[in-house]
Nanobody, 121 residues
Framework: QVQLVQSGGGLVQPGGSLRLSCAAS????????MGWYRQAPGKERELVAS???????NYADSVKGRFAISRDNTKKAVYLEMNSLKPEDTADYYC???????????????WGQGTQVTVSS
């Protein structure tokens, strides 16, 4: 079975920083896109940032210049460095990865368990 396990998150004051980590394990042949999504109370889940296998990145406008996504293919991990955090960044954050379990199968989406980020004074 494939699993994505997240770590990081918590409570931070406005202007502070946090780092989220997510590692994939299990029967994995290849990982394509990895990303971070977030869902605030009463809102739909939205893409925060994504990183392709060639390390090209994509960011939501609301986090550009403040967040940085990276990945370590040897560790099958993706990270999200969050700086200059704002109260509106408060949400549950989820990592996502498109994973292929063997050389003939399709890429399928997998999700981490979610972690809460609260930005408040």
């Amino acid at each position: 079975q494939v699993q994505l396990v997240q770590s990081g998150g918590g409570l931070v004051q406005p202007g502070g920083s946090l780092r989220l980590s997510c590692a994939a394990s299990g029967s994995i042949f290849r990982i394509n896109v990895m990303g971070w999504y977030r869902q605030a109370p009463g809102k739909e889940r939205e893409l925060v940032a994504s990183i392709n296998s060639d390390y090209s990145t994509n960011y939501a406008d609301s986090v550009k210049g403040r967040f940085a996504i990276s990945r370590d293919n040897t560790k099958k991990a993706v990270y999200l460095e969050m700086n200059s955090l704002k109260p509106e960044d408060t949400a549950d954050y989820y990592c996502n990865a498109e994973i292929r379990k063997d050389f003939v199968g399709p890429y399928e989406p997998y999700w981490g368990q979610g972690t809460q980020v609260t930005v408040s004074s």
